[in-house]
């Protein structure tokens, strides 16, 4: 009885779709499954059918790996929101370089911390500043890895913002003209460590043309520069703050940094820093931002990187390690969202982790 309901139920289900799916089309018994023209599931149906088909690929050549380099340690230091990430001295970073390089890394990207902090960020363009050497270390160690620095105050500066600041209480102003020459030769000297690419993170309208004019000024023609362009004031950067000690100790980004609300300004920056010379953009953070991502790399078609930032990593950490997540399985999920979202590059934490996944 109740079998012979559901039966009419499905012909009367079958006849509606047969009226408005294939009109036109030769007479076809739809009770009869076997008819079905299309099915998908038919090349999901084998691992090696699957990877036939698959439209994204990640590689290691793809990677970034952040390191952060600190003159307050004697030696590596874990990271405690970030499991698997450390501070490390000058020679750890040459070290870790070269396991990075030997799991197929190709690209690295330095955050240094200085011993001293001040009000003008003094040790970030200094000749033996934290970077500068590692720099130099890991250019002997691996002569092949592609060196990117950040380049940006907040490490540097005693109150932890990203450039000239005027702190009233808890008002803060950050002034953006006058950080500009600060920044700029920050990337000088890193440059003149030997820096292949320098990324601005600061966020200071103007700091893209002030940085290419200064490179090419001190003759590092050569020096490239991978705009941080569209980088949102974002809640996932906290881990990241311990990591590199630059929590702002008053107020907050959001005088510079991108509000998350906004798109389009998101297109207006990349334009911006492109019409200033960059020579590749970034959207930060990733996974939130994957819309602004793909409107950047079809309106641009520049090389477009991603920021695998480290609440983003620490999210997948901590679950993974309560047995909640697949952590090897949603990391490579996460890899394929960015770059099936128009990603070139993608710097991320576990740059070391996917390379050695991608190898096996
Ligand atoms: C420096 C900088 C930050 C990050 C990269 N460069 C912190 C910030 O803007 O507060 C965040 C990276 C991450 O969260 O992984 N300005």
């Known amino acids: 009885m109740e079998r012979g309901k559901e039966k009419a139920r499905f012909r009367k289900k079958a006849a509606g779709c047969r009226g408005s799916c294939l009109a036109g089309r030769r007479r076809v018994i739809f009770s009869a499954m076997s008819s079905l023209l299309h099915r998908p599931r038919r090349l999901r149906a084998s691992a090696s059918l699957r990877n036939l088909v698959r439209e994204t690929r990640i590689a290691a050549s793809d990677l970034i790996l952040p390191l952060f380099v600190s003159d307050r340690i004697a030696s590596r230091s874990p990271v405690g929101s970030m499991p698997g990430v450390f501070q490390l001295t000058v020679e750890e970073s040459a070290a870790e370089a070269v396991s990075a390089w030997n799991d197929g890394v190709e690209a690295v990207l330095l955050f240094g911390i200085p011993a001293e902090k001040d009000a003008l960020a003094s040790q970030a363009y200094a000749d033996e500043g934290i970077v500068q050497r590692a720099i130099r270390a890991i250019r002997k160690a691996v002569p092949g890895m592609v060196i990117i620095t950040d380049v940006c105050l907040c490490e540097y500066m005693s109150h932890g913002?990203?450039?000239?600041?005027?702190?009233?209480?808890?008002?803060?102003?950050?002034?953006?003209?006058?950080?500009?020459?600060?920044?700029?030769?920050?990337?000088?000297?890193?440059?003149?460590?030997?820096a292949d690419i320098v990324a601005p993170s600061d966020m200071m309208d103007g700091r893209v043309g002030a940085i290419r004019d200064a490179l090419d000024d001190a003759g590092h023609t050569e020096t490239a520069i991978l705009s941080y362009a569209a980088k949102y004031a974002s809640a996932f950067y906290g881990p990241f703050r311990d990591a590199a000690d630059s929590a702002p100790q008053a107020g907050d980004r959001k005088t510079y940094q991108m509000d998350p609300a906004n798109a389009l300004e998101a297109l207006r920056e990349v334009e911006l820093d492109c019409g200033e010379g960059a020579d590749m953009v970034m959207v930060k953070p990733g996974l939130a931002y994957l819309d602004i991502l793909w409107r950047v790399k079809e309106r641009f078609e520049m090389p477009t990187a991603v920021y695998h930032v480290s609440g983003e990593y620490a999210m997948v950490k901590a679950a993974a390690a309560n047995g909640w997540i697949d952590e090897k399985a949603a990391t490579l999920e996460v890899m394929t969202a960015f770059k099936r979202a128009g990603a070139d590059l993608i710097i991320t934490y576990a740059a070391r982790d996917v390379a050695r996944w991608l190898a096996r």
């Open 161 to 194: 913002h990203c450039g000239i600041a005027h702190i009233e209480g808890e008002h803060v102003t950050v002034l953006n003209d006058e950080t500009l020459h600060l920044l700029a030769r920050t990337a000088v000297s890193h440059a003149g460590a030997g």
